[in-house]
């Protein structure tokens, strides 16, 4: 069952059923999001972007992930996976999933919806029931490219400290660059967090932010541009662990402001 959520002209959609998926953003009546096979945000959790083998270690134990993006595994389980709906309002949603099979602990996600005429301000928090281990959270939003309405392709504007070279894995080699133009599938280092304007020349500017210090943009599709702030890199959960402990959880924010010409 869809969750919406309204506030002026800004509607959102969200299916908890469907890995706690935004399906929709709507402002003015326009779509923003791309719709179809790879369509809205989901949330990756808990880890972003590709795993190198699918293999992770937590002190002395090495864990096999199932391999999704061979010979990877990629963008964590709880896209998959059902979640609950713990409360709703017109324009605030909160939704759990259980962490487990085949992610080898026990834990709890949360995200938070929470949407203003303007803005949409996004939290998620990993938390464990029991032992402590590596964890990444972030987003995965297909921006449209175009928003169909005879405007202008969108036009990227964010300013990194860093590229994080890519191997020929798809994984960072661990080297920082200086970064390189784009069509890109890369990601970037920003320290004091993530801004980035995605902007509809005469039509819609949207702004991402969060304090999360990295993002990766994913620009190469034809119809869509993905800025997916996350709070660690491609293959984290191996080259910079994040411990979830019984006393420190995960929590990741970002918030999506618009306004129009």
């Known amino acids: 069952m869809q969750t919406r959520l309204t506030a002026g002209d800004a509607e959102l959609t969200i299916n908890p059923g469907h890995g706690g998926r935004i399906e929709s953003l709507r402002i003015g009546g326009t779509e923003v999001l791309r719709q179809g096979e790879r369509f809205g945000s989901f949330p990756m959790a808990p880890w972003c972007g590709r795993t190198e083998n699918g293999r992770f270690r937590n002190g002395a134990t090495v864990h096999q992930l199932p391999v999704d993006a061979a010979p990877h595994a990629i963008h964590g389980t709880v ?120 902007t509809w020349p005469d039509e819609l500017e949207l702004r991402i932010t969060s304090r999360a210090p990295w993002a990766v943009v994913y620009d190469e599709p034809e119809e869509a541009v993905c800025v997916e702030p996350q709070s660690g890199p491609p293959n984290g959960l191996n ?9 420190d959880p995960l929590e990741v924010g970002s918030t999506w402001r618009w306004r129009r010409p």
């Open 79 to 198: 896209r998959h996976l059902p979640w609950k709906t713990v409360r709703s309002s017109a324009d605030e949603a909160v939704l759990t999933c259980e962490l487990g099979d085949p992610w080898p602990y026990r834990g709890r996600v949360t995200q938070i919806f929470e949407l203003a005429e303007d803005s949409l301000t996004l939290t998620f928090g990993i938390e464990t029931y029991e032992d402590s281990f590596p964890a990444q959270a972030g987003w995965h939003p297909w921006f449209l490219r175009n928003l169909g309405q005879g405007g202008q392709d969108v036009r990227l504007d964010f300013a990194p400290a860093w590229q994080e070279e890519r191997g020929e894995d798809h994984l960072p080699t661990g080297r920082r660059i200086d970064p390189r133009p784009g069509p890109w599938d890369d990601c970037f280092g920003m320290p004091d967090g993530v801004d980035a304007t995605l």
């Open 239 to 247: 080259t910079h662990p994040r411990l979830v402990t019984p006393i």
